[in-house]
């Protein structure tokens, strides 16, 4: 029989930041784009415009975890917002292999809060309590490891 290769699962990840491994049940926000200038001469003798690369765009990330008893650390970094000041912090997020070894690493730069959401309450709810933060950053690069 042939080896076959397979997509890896989403499920099987790790996040770290400041060296802390931190269990998250859920990253979203892994996304990055160019962003499009368009420029038209006036004399040009084509009626449409000439498009080019522009800055870089990343997207915020939103990290989701269960809730533990006496643990407030989102909201006390988010509470660490002053003016223009804030604690930032890069992440590591590793997508591991079936012998727990990463195979994609996303290392983001200079992530600080901006929003903390706090579970859904539902008394009819048969689920975790999940809470989650939003993170913006300044920059996203991918390893293969």
Request: charge should be negative; hydrophobic fraction near 35%; avoid cysteine.
């Amino acid at each position: 029989m042939a080896n076959r290769t397979f997509p890896l699962p989403a499920f099987h990840f790790t996040v770290e930041w400041g060296g802390t491994r931190i269990g998250f049940s859920e990253v979203s926000g892994l996304t990055q784009e160019t962003q499009v200038i368009e420029y038209r001469e006036g004399s040009s003798p084509e009626y449409s415009v000439t498009k080019m690369p522009g800055l870089r765009k990343f997207s915020n990330i939103t990290l989701k975890r269960g809730v533990l008893k006496s643990d407030n650390d989102f909201f006390n970094w988010l509470n660490t917002v002053k003016m223009n000041t804030i604690e930032r912090r890069d992440l590591v997020i590793s997508l591991l292999d079936e012998e727990h070894k990463p195979v994609m690493v996303w290392k983001v730069q200079n992530a600080f809060p901006v929003k903390v959401e706090g579970p859904q309450l539902k008394s009819t709810g048969n689920e975790v309590a999940i809470e989650s933060i939003e993170l913006a950053h300044e920059g996203l690069t991918i390893q293969n490891e």
